[in-house]
């Protein structure tokens, strides 16, 4: 069972910037893929950003150029550095791994941008 923390969440203002990261608890093995997803309310959760292995990374259209995955091997954690945030940015942001072919989530950590 992998354990997952996240943090960085928080109020701020449109065109600013939050850190966000998650640290898994060790693993014998290597985590197949990292990553971030986000659910506003009455919405389905969506992809923010993920990044495999091997560091190859993929993001959402909307956010592209804004956002930066990136994760720290030896420490088993994924940053997701968010930079001019918009009010429709505001979700709760739930780190993702995949592990042995199994997905783990965290608890979600609430980001709110505000006009």
């Known amino acids: 069972q992998v354990q997952l923390a996240e943090s960085g969440g928080g109020l701020v203002q449109a065109g600013g910037s939050l850190r966000l990261s998650c640290a898994a608890s060790?693993?014998?093995?290597?985590?197949?893929?990292m990553g971030w997803y986000h659910q506003a309310p009455g919405k389905q959760r969506e992809l923010v950003a993920t990044?495999?292995?091997?560091?190859?990374?993929n993001y959402a259209d909307d956010v592209k150029g804004r956002f930066t995955i990136s994760r720290d091997g030896a420490k088993n954690t994924v940053y997701l550095q968010m930079n001019s945030l918009k009010p429709e940015d505001t979700a709760v942001y739930y780190c993702?791994?995949?592990?042995?072919?199994?997905?783990?989530w965290g608890q979600g950590t609430q980001v709110t941008v505000s006009s």
């Open positions: 990044i495999t292995s091997g560091g190859n990374t």
């Open positions: 060790a693993t014998r093995f290597s985590f197949q893929a």
């Open positions: 993702w791994i995949k592990y042995r072919y199994t997905d783990y």
